[in-house]
């Protein structure tokens, strides 16, 4: 079992910075991928990315590649979201993510989540 608890989100301005972290229990941590998702109001949960379980391979949406960096460590049980370069389209509700193997872009195949933390991004 994984308990997840996300923290950092809040309040930023466009073009501003936050940085999320991921607080992971139990020690089997460092053998699962992690996965950054979010929901804005009224759309679907999407993919954000993903980093392996040794931190050596990260996997980006897109619309955030080259703004966000995933990281981890593993000695802590944490894993993080460096957003950088924030646009209002970028406000949601942002939740991390475990699963064992590999990372994936399809939130099912994740096996615990966190609570989420809200991310808003006035212009």
């Known amino acids: 079992q994984v308990q997840l608890v996300e923290s950092g989100g809040g309040l930023v301005q466009t073009g501003g910075s936050l940085r999320l972290s991921c607080a992971a229990s139990g020690r089997t941590f460092s053998t699962y991928a992690m996965g950054w998702f979010r929901q804005a109001t009224g759309r679907e949960r999407e993919f954000v990315g993903d980093?392996?379980?040794?931190?050596?391979?990260?996997d980006y949406s897109d619309s955030v590649k080259g703004r966000f960096t995933i990281s981890r460590d593993n000695a802590k049980n944490t894993v993080y979201l460096q957003m950088n370069s924030l646009k209002p389209e970028d406000t949601a509700v942002y939740y991390c993510?475990?699963?064992?193997?590999?990372?994936?872009?399809?939130?099912?195949?994740?096996?615990?989540w966190g609570q989420g933390t809200q991310v808003t991004v006035s212009s």
């Open positions: 993510a475990a699963k064992r193997g590999f990372g994936s872009t399809d939130y099912g195949s994740y096996d615990y």
């Open positions: 980093i392996s379980w040794s931190g050596h391979m990260t």
